[in-house]
């Protein structure tokens, strides 16, 4: 077997607020090398770069020559213990071993890549692949903090703590400045497989223990009566902005959604025996079937867009990022001061068109193709035309019911008072 060489040295681009700087450590057997944190730090004075140690006699340098004579010591320990039952060694299996990494034993990395490899075959059946590139990106992030804050490309759950959660946390906010609900969904993938850890015997503690998810307020989304009439009733200068518009108002008054919209064609459509007309689909996200009813002004643009499209498809249809900026012009020359995404189109439908003109949520539910009926309550909120609608109905039911008359009350308690301190003050005559 190739010589052993442990060499160490400064990080010097990484320094410390405190002016140290964290020292590296080199393992090179043959061919074969490979790198590793110390989690040890130094004063850059007193290092020599040629002992690979501090030099002096000073604390923190006899301190630093201490730590990294005992990881030499260990690894060297390491590489003895792993040549007694085999031949050849290389250094990355040295450094495994000294990190306490088995080659038989699970690492954070490796399940993750297996929870994700088992989520991908269910794509196309449960689950979607917009979700499965979303499980990528958020491993990809983690092994990037692996990467720069250990240096190391995975990690044995005996170091995955709850201090790593609250690193790995703050590295999302502060050097990726991830927004609130894009760092509880990546801690969320993070979690499901730590859980998935617990559950195979290799955690035996939940390292999220204490952690809070910062959960982001649900804001609604929907655009108002008034906005929507005047998205309708607005002339618009360009084809392409018409088009988008008309498909944003067939989503508005369906509720389907851009991409079940995309797959529609007239063989989704069917008339009933009472000559409503019914277009049947199945969510994508979720296969969920799905059957509405379709009003006026949809079956209009469907006539509107009739033999346009290719492949017998209802509308021709831009990708979503294009119609969204597309939809950002649109709210500006229809005055609309906000924001206005497709997806809003679906919101506007559960609360402006359904729920706030007296659809029941169970029925809206199936509209949707929801199958739990909380999903639909994130989509459903009554406007304040709609309250004061059910309140004055509300009121109408009461007036007979419960007669009160506060000003004869006043009266009377006057007239109790009045009597009260009369016969007090005949009392206190002398």
């Not at 990355?92 to 088995?102: C, H, L, R, T």
Request: aromatic share 10%; net charge positive; charged share 25%.
């Amino acid at each position: 077997m190739d010589e052993l060489n442990v060499t160490f040295y400064l990080k010097k681009n990484e320094e410390r607020a405190d002016g140290t700087m964290p020292i590296l450590g080199r393992i090179r057997i043959g061919k074969s090398m490979v790198q590793f944190s110390t989690k040890v730090y130094a004063i850059p004075e007193l290092w020599d770069v040629k002992s690979g140690r501090a030099v002096g006699k000073s604390k923190p340098a006899t301190a630093v020559s201490r730590e990294l004579d005992r990881i030499n010591v260990d690894i060297r320990s390491a590489c003895k213990n792993l040549l007694a039952k085999k031949e050849n060694v290389s250094a990355m299996e040295v450094k495994n071993a000294f990190q306490g990494i088995s080659s038989e034993q699970e690492t954070l990395i490796s399940l993750y890549e297996k929870c994700n490899d088992s989520f991908y075959k269910k794509v196309g059946i449960s689950r979607k692949m917009a979700t499965y590139k979303q499980y990528c990106v958020a491993l990809n992030h983690l092994k990037d903090f692996l990467r720069l804050r250990y240096n190391v490309r995975d990690l044995p759950f005996q170091s995955v703590n709850p201090a790593f959660v609250s690193a790995y946390d703050l590295y999302l906010r502060t050097d990726l400045k991830i927004g609130r609900s894009t760092i509880t969904r990546m801690m969320g993938y993070l979690h499901r497989v730590l859980k998935s850890a617990i559950n195979s015997g290799h955690l035996r503690q939940d390292p999220f223990v204490g952690y809070m998810f910062a959960y982001v307020p649900i804001v609604p989304k929907f655009l108002s009566e008034k906005e929507l009439k005047r998205m309708i009733a607005t002339p618009l200068p360009k084809s392409n902005l018409n088009l988008v518009r008309d498909v944003f108002l067939f989503s508005a008054f369906t509720g389907i959604s851009f991409s079940d919209l995309r797959n529609l064609t007239e063989r989704n459509l069917a008339q009933a025996e009472d000559g409503t007309w019914w277009i049947h689909s199945a969510r994508q996200k979720t296969g969920t079937p799905f059957h509405v009813p379709l009003l006026e002004l949809p079956l209009e643009l469907i006539e509107k867009y009739r033999g346009i499209a290719k492949n017998g498809r209802l509308f021709p249809m831009y990708s979503c990022s294009k119609t969204n900026i597309y939809l950002k012009r649109i709210a500006e020359a229809c005055g609309i001061r906000r924001r206005v995404t497709f997806h809003q189109a679906r919101h506007t439908y559960a609360s402006v068109v359904t729920l706030s003109q007296g659809v029941p949520l169970d029925t809206v539910r199936e509209l949707m193709g929801h199958r739990d009926w909380r999903a639909t309550r994130i989509y459903a909120h009554l406007t304040h035309d709609k309250v004061s609608e059910d309140m004055g109905r509300l009121q109408k039911r009461l007036d007979d019911k419960f007669d009160y008359n506060p000003l004869a009350e006043d009266a009377m308690s006057q007239t109790t008072i009045s009597k009260t301190e009369a016969g007090h003050n005949k009392r206190m005559k002398p």
